[in-house]
């Protein structure tokens, strides 16, 4: 097949979605699919260079600063040229609009797609959906809404994915058929761990660790933007209560990028000192990064239970084989839906977690997803693919709004 992938930004290690993107386009194309990527609204581009790479046959990338008009002209020249039997939408509503309103995005994306099949990924859906969100929340998430209805019901997409069940059911309720696609990471796995680096630094904090006796510690991860409502609360008490109970000592590491996490990293540092050490390792690049989950016992996620698969970080540490802990279950939705990931290492945080971290919290082999997701990307297109644009389904059955 033919498939055009359409994303907001294209910039390397900048944009969580872009990245993925890549990645993705990047193993159809082992997989001998033909593809090219487009960057409808890339914030990294000030103007459009046609002489570089960002323009080259098979990527164009194009600045969120030019008129809409212009960025729909260029696509879709670009897509006339290549032609694709798809075009898959990598859509997430900031990507295109700074306040993720995406009143004219339809209409534009309409004219570039011009009745081509369609497909979409849903990274992120509306705001305000979380019982007790702000009233504010509430208003921008409903216009948000309506405008992504608007989306699904102008495009009519043959496909719809999204990365986690809570935005199956949140699609249901807006009376759209869509399949849940977990995410992959974006981190490759190293062959090495972080031991000739890693523990130095923790010895220069007054830490004797050594690869001797590595198994009195235990290293917790968090990887990359903290959320601002995320509470170390309970689980540093569990955690505190862990040491304790199997003679541990503890060190919470960070690595990434802390983003408007790192107030939040400077309190609980100073809070929890006595209790704990930490260490702060800031950006990295991939290698190191895998590295660094090569070495840590457990990983910490701080996206809510409900939401953890759309969590980029979190997956990098699933595929390293680390236990990760979720301990936020603050977002929940307005209907009971029960919601339960499969995956043994993650795991939903409860009193009893001093004894599951001892006895069943056992790292695994890394394993890559990448390439499983990819076949089942291009399995449910192929099941489309012999279909003509006016005989799709109609997956929209009763948009709300």
């Not at 993720?100 to 339809?106: D, N």
């Not at 759309?310 to 680390?322: F, V």
């Given at each position: 097949?033919?498939?055009?992938?359409?994303?907001?930004?294209?910039?390397?290690?900048?944009?969580?979605v872009?990245?993925?993107?890549?990645?993705?386009?990047?193993?159809?194309?082992?997989q001998?699919?033909?593809?090219?990527?487009?960057?409808?609204?890339?914030?990294?581009?000030?103007?459009?260079?046609t002489n570089s790479?960002?323009?080259?046959?098979?990527?164009?990338r194009?600045?969120?600063?030019?008129?809409?008009e212009n960025r729909?002209?260029y696509a879709?020249q670009?897509l006339?040229?290549?032609n694709?039997?798809?075009?898959?939408l990598?859509?997430?509503?900031?990507?295109?609009?700074?306040?993720?309103?995406?009143?004219?995005?339809?209409?534009?994306?309409?004219?570039?797609?011009q009745?081509r099949?369609?497909?979409?990924?849903?990274?992120?859906?509306?705001?305000?959906?979380?019982v007790?969100?702000?009233?504010?929340?509430?208003?921008?998430?409903?216009?948000q809404?309506?405008?992504?209805?608007?989306?699904?019901?102008n495009?009519?997409?043959?496909?719809?994915?999204?990365?986690?069940?809570?935005?199956?059911?949140m699609?249901?309720?807006?009376?759209?058929s869509?399949?849940?696609?977990?995410?992959?990471s974006?981190?490759?796995?190293?062959?090495r761990n972080?031991?000739?680096?890693?523990?130095?630094q923790?010895?220069?904090?007054?830490?004797?660790?050594y690869?001797?006796?590595?198994?009195?510690?235990w290293l917790?991860?968090?990887?990359g933007t903290?959320?601002?409502?995320?509470?170390?609360?309970?689980?540093?008490?569990?955690?505190?209560?862990?040491?304790?109970?199997?003679?541990?000592?503890?060190?919470i590491l960070?690595?990434?990028?802390?983003?408007?996490?790192?107030?939040?990293?400077?309190q609980?540092?100073?809070?929890?000192?006595?209790?704990?050490?930490?260490?702060?390792?800031n950006?990295?690049?991939?290698?190191?990064?895998?590295e660094?989950?090569?070495?840590?016992?457990f990983g910490?996620s701080t996206s809510?239970?409900?939401?953890?698969g759309?969590?980029?970080?979190?997956?990098?540490?699933?595929?390293?084989?680390?236990p990760?802990?979720?301990?936020?279950?603050?977002f929940?939705?307005?209907?009971?839906?029960a919601?339960?990931?499969?995956?043994?290492?993650?795991?939903r945080m409860?009193?009893?977690?001093p004894?599951?971290?001892?006895?069943?919290?056992k790292?695994?082999?890394?394993?890559?997803r990448?390439?499983?997701?990819t076949n089942?990307f291009?399995?449910?297109?192929?099941r489309?693919?012999?279909?003509?644009?006016d005989?799709?389904?109609?997956?929209?059955t009763?948009l709300?709004?």
């Open positions: 097949m033919k498939i055009a992938f359409i994303t907001g930004c294209l910039e390397p290690g900048r944009d969580g872009g990245d993925y993107t890549r990645l993705l386009a990047e193993e159809c194309m082992r001998k699919h033909q593809c090219c990527l487009i960057a409808l609204s890339d914030r990294y581009l000030q103007q459009l260079n790479q960002e323009t080259a046959e098979f990527m164009l194009l600045p969120a600063n030019m008129p809409w729909a002209k879709q670009f006339a040229k290549f694709p039997d798809w075009v898959s990598q859509f997430v509503p900031y990507g295109y609009q700074d306040k993720g309103i995406v009143a004219e995005f339809s209409r534009w994306l309409r004219l570039i797609v009745g099949k369609l497909h979409v990924m849903f990274h992120e859906l509306w705001i305000g959906e979380n007790g969100a702000p009233l504010k929340e509430k208003l921008v998430g409903k216009i809404r309506f405008f992504i209805s608007r989306v699904i019901k495009l009519q997409p043959a496909v719809i994915h999204t990365s986690n069940p809570a935005y199956v059911i699609l249901q309720q807006l009376g759209v869509a399949k849940c696609l977990p995410l992959f974006n981190i490759p796995i190293s062959a972080a031991d000739d680096w890693l523990l130095p923790l010895r220069g904090l007054g830490l004797k660790i690869p001797g006796n590595r198994d009195q510690f917790f991860g968090l990887f903290i959320h601002p409502v995320w509470s170390a609360e309970p689980l540093f008490t569990y955690l505190n209560q862990a040491a304790v109970q199997h003679d541990r000592q503890i060190i960070s690595i990434g990028r802390l983003g408007y996490g790192e107030m939040l990293w400077k609980i540092s100073q809070k929890y000192c006595h209790q704990f050490s930490f260490l702060q390792l950006e990295q690049p991939p290698s190191k990064i895998s660094f989950l090569n070495s840590i016992d910490i809510p239970y409900l939401l953890v759309k969590s980029g970080t979190t997956t990098a540490m699933l595929e390293h084989g680390i990760v802990i979720v301990n936020r279950d603050d929940k939705l307005s209907s009971n839906f919601i339960h990931y499969e995956d043994p290492l993650l795991y409860d009193a009893n977690l004894n599951v971290l001892m006895n069943q919290l790292r695994k082999a890394p394993c890559l990448l390439r499983d997701i089942n291009i399995s449910d297109l192929t489309m693919n012999d279909l003509k644009p005989d799709l389904p109609n997956l929209v009763s709300t709004t």
